[in-house]
């Protein structure tokens, strides 16, 4: 997988934790996931289809998750329910939206975000490698995982 779309990925997650969950996050070494499962239970995944043609999955502990929901609607949540599970969808929105703009071809067109919950061994594309990103949030921390190849 080239670069130009790892890159892209990883600013995304920055300025989208920082922008709209209000926290700051830091990047891990990028690993090949050769299991092809999730590390959390917790997944929010956008397709990417066009000239770049794959997933990205943002995987989170629930914990993580449902801090996240309740800084990003300002409201307290315990359990996921239908609104949090919908902020967390729009999280992986903006992540794919925000990284797409920055991909270096134009074309690519992104699905309506799934929350899986498990740790699915379907939930990425089958034929694609996949490259986990561990993130750091204060003291939890969550994986970015990119399965995307450029159109033939």
């Known amino acids: 997988m080239n670069a130009s779309y790892i890159n892209p990925v990883l600013h995304a997650v920055q300025y989208v934790f920082k922008t709209m969950v209000g926290m ?3 990047a891990g070494k ?3 996931n050769k299991d092809k499962i999730p590390v959390y239970e917790v997944n929010g995944r956008i397709g990417l289809s066009g000239a770049v ?3 990205v999955c943002v995987s989170l502990p629930e ?3 449902l801090k996240m929901a309740s800084c990003m609607l300002e ?3 315990k359990q ?3 609104d949090s599970i919908d902020a967390l969808k729009e999280i992986a929105n903006m992540i794919a939206g925000n990284a797409k703009s920055n991909f270096p071809v134009d074309s690519v067109q992104i699905s309506v ?3 899986l919950l498990g740790k699915n061994s379907d ?3 089958a034929g694609l490698p996949i490259i986990s990103i561990p993130f750091f949030a204060d003291d939890q921390k969550f994986t970015v995982d990119i399965a995307l190849e450029a159109a033939s």
């Open 24 to 26: 700051n996050v830091t």
């Open 30 to 32: 990028p690993v090949l």
């Open 53 to 55: 043609c794959g997933a």
């Open 63 to 65: 914990t993580l998750s």
């Open 75 to 77: 409201e307290e949540y």
């Open 80 to 82: 996921l329910d239908e």
């Open 113 to 115: 975000p799934d929350l």
């Open 123 to 125: 939930i990425y594309p």
